[in-house]
T-cell receptor, first 115, second 117 residues
Framework: DTEVTQTPKHLVMGMTNKKSLKCEQHMGHRAMYWYKQKAKKPPELMFVYSYEKLSINESVPSRFSPECPNSSLLNLHLHALQPEDSALYLC??????????????FGDGTRLSIL | AQTVTQSQPEMSVQEAETVTLSCTYDTSESNYYLFWYKQPPSRQMILVIRQEAYKQQNATENRFSVNFQKAAKSFSLKISDSQLGDTAMYFCAFMKPSDSGTYKYIFGTGTRLKVLA
């Protein structure tokens, strides 16, 4: 059983829609991450939150908007996406803040398809 | 810039046999960390094993072990007594602190392993 829970598991949306991806962890982890993964490729880092503050934005287009309402919850708000944004979106967390070397715990991901 | 190379896009192994996945990396740093992650078709990335560069002893986790050759910048994963559940994509990853104190993974391109019955 995954300790990082992502919802929904699948999402199909049009280019004009607004939707959100949700990620939750109850392990007391203080760093949370969003990755984008295309088929047969490694994950690409998008955003990092450390102690609920955005610490890394890997030059992600503004149509992706992250939010960390509390230490257990991470959202990714989507608006006006493009077909090339279709991918698996992975959330991860790690115990300490982002300034430490530590393995990350991943969720199952949300499979996003843009029509 | 650091790079991680996995030269075997796909591999297969018979059940109960041993297989080795290769990974090489390029860095001028002396203090860093290496990881192997497994991603089954179920999609979740699962940590298999990790190695700190300052440790000479190779890490082991049950049937999984690594051969860490720091001078050669090589970090291979050996899976003993392969099981059907080991079928997955395996990613090698490198991590080190940046000047700003942040840590990010640099992933290899992955090796797709299929265990045959």
């Amino acid at each position: 059983d995954t300790e990082v829970t992502q919802t929904p598991k699948h999402l199909v949306m049009g280019m004009t829609n607004k939707k959100s991806l949700k990620c939750e962890q109850h392990m007391g982890h203080r760093a949370m991450y969003w990755y984008k993964q295309k088929a047969k490729k490694p994950p690409e880092l998008m955003f990092v939150y450390s102690y609920e503050k955005l610490s890394i934005n890997e030059s992600v287009p503004s149509r992706f908007s992250p939010e960390c309402p509390n230490s257990s919850l991470l959202n990714l708000h989507l608006h006006a996406l493009q077909p090339e944004d279709s991918a698996l979106y992975l959330c991860a967390s790690s115990p300490r803040g982002q300034g430490y070397n530590q393995p990350q715990h991943f969720g199952d991901g949300t499979r996003l398809s843009i029509l | 810039a650091q790079t991680v190379t996995q030269s075997q896009p796909e591999m297969s192994v018979q059940e109960a046999e041993t297989v080795t996945l290769s990974c090489t990396y390029d860095t001028s740093e002396s203090n860093y960390y290496l990881f192997w992650y497994k991603q089954p078709p179920s999609r979740q990335m699962i940590l298999v094993i990790r190695q700190e560069a300052y440790k000479q002893q190779n890490a082991t986790e049950n049937r999984f072990s690594v051969n860490f050759q720091k001078a050669a910048k090589s970090f291979s994963l050996k899976i003993s007594d392969s099981q059907l559940g080991d079928t997955a994509m395996y990613f090698c990853a490198f991590m080190k602190p940046s000047d700003s104190g942040t840590y990010k993974y640099i992933f290899g391109t992955g090796t797709r392993l299929k265990v045959l019955a």
